[in-house]
């Protein structure tokens, strides 16, 4: 990964394709291409896959919908570690405290409110990071209202984020040494009138605000930056055209 692409403020894409008949089943399910810690974790409300060495996720992936959207579950609120990693592998919240980070969610709680196990479960250190606090209450969570909106509006949408971590200049807080990512990705795809979209958003984990459309970039250069394959269960020529258009009028985001 070059570390001329890790410090990019905002980056977002989008494409389309006729897609009648293709099965959207797990269609948000991403495959890591290098040999790093890879354990899959499944919850009621996301699929993560967990590295054991970073003691963060790799990438979280979820379908959110309409309906969930207008759940109204509580906000839980208590972090705590994942009962399905070890103890041996896990940051605890002792590890953020003085740090500087936030404890910022890649499954958003507010995705989460539509069933009381699925809000609980994404307070699990598991699906945190740390995140710069103006990045965490500033455009990612104005980007997680957005997903939200589109959700509403479009009646699905499968979601896919995660930390960029260069291996080269890696920071750690805690006695666990839980790693500090240097940017954070989110792709999302939606299907309507027989057409998939997709469009992926980068954020450098620093202070920072501008528009959302102020920057773009194909799904290939994501996984380019983040060497993991997107939807890799779309058919393989149907993959290789969505990921590689740009044509950002197609979503509601501003």
């Known amino acids: 990964m070059k570390k001329t692409f890790l410090f990019l403020v905002l980056i977002s894409c989008f494409s389309t394709l006729f897609c009648q008949n293709i099965d959207l089943n797990n269609i948000e399910i991403p ?80 995705d989460m409110k539509w069933d009381e196990q699925a809000m609980k479960e994404s307070f699990y250190l598991s699906n945190i990071c740390p ?39 890696t920071t750690t807080i805690g006695e666990n040494k839980v790693v500090v990512p240097q940017a954070f990705f989110k792709v999302l795809l939606q299907e309507e009138n027989d057409e998939i979209h997709t469009i992926g958003f980068l954020y450098e984990n620093q202070s920072g605000r501008k528009p959302m459309s102020t920057y773009a970039m194909t799904v290939d250069e994501v996984e380019e930056m983040t060497n993991i394959d997107f939807f890799p269960s779309l058919p393989n020529k149907i993959e290789k055209k969505v990921e590689a258009e740009v044509d950002f009028s197609k979503w509601t985001i501003h």
């Not at 003691?55 to 570690?81: C, H, M, Q, S």
């Not at 990612?140 to 080269?168: H, M, Y």
């Open 131 to 169: 995140q710069n606090p103006n990045l965490n209450g500033g455009v990612w969570k104005d980007l997680e209202e957005q997903v939200r909106d589109l959700a509403s509006q479009k009646g699905k949408i499968f979601v896919v984020c995660g930390p960029i971590v260069n291996d080269t200049t």
């Open 31 to 110: 495959t890591v291409l290098d040999e790093r810690s890879d354990r899959i974790i499944t919850h009621k409300g996301f699929t993560l896959s967990y590295n054991y060495d970073w003691k963060i996720p790799n990438w979280v992936a979820y379908e959110l919908t309409d309906w969930e959207v207008e759940g109204e579950v509580p906000r839980y609120d208590k972090f705590k570690p994942d009962p399905m990693v070890p103890q041996n592998a896990t940051a605890t919240t002792n590890d953020y405290k003085y740090s500087g980070y936030d404890r910022g969610h890649l499954a958003p709680a507010a």
